[in-house]
């Protein structure tokens, strides 16, 4: 099993910046990805950024790159998400999720087998 705790979020204004992190406990797999993903009030659940655990390939969404940068510590089992340039249509409930084994389309929900509680971002305008 694996635990995942987010914490970093808040309230913030337009242009400015937040720092999500998660921290993963229990069983890790080295070949596998964490994840972010954001869910809007009324929204699908959908992908923010990923990092694989081994090689600390990275990938974005189109509407958070250039602004979003996901990082990992290994040692650590933390992962983050550094937020700049927010803008209010980031505002949403942010989750870190961890894949359970290596898979290729990191920015599918049904990719991931663990999910932290999540932790609320609100961008003010």
């Known amino acids: 099993q694996v635990q995942l705790v987010e914490s970093g979020g808040g309230l913030v204004q337009a242009g400015g910046s937040l720092r999500l992190s998660c921290a993963a406990s229990?069983?890790?797999?080295?070949?596998?990805?964490m994840g972010w993903f954001r869910q809007a009030p009324g929204k699908e659940r959908e992908f923010v950024a990923a990092?694989?655990?081994?090689?600390?390939?990275?990938y974005y969404a189109d509407s958070v790159k250039g602004r979003f940068t996901i990082s990992r510590d290994n040692a650590q089992k933390m992962v983050y998400l550094q937020m700049n340039s927010l803008k209010p249509e980031d505002t949403a409930v942010y989750y870190c999720?961890?894949?359970?084994?290596?898979?290729?389309?990191?920015?599918?929900?049904?990719?991931?087998?663990?999910w932290g509680q999540g932790t609320q971002v609100t961008v003010s305008s």
């Open positions: 229990g069983r890790t797999f080295s070949n596998s990805a």
């Open positions: 990092i694989r655990w081994s090689g600390g390939s990275t």
């Open positions: 999720a961890a894949a359970g084994q290596y898979k290729f389309l990191v920015h599918r929900v049904d990719s991931y087998d663990y």
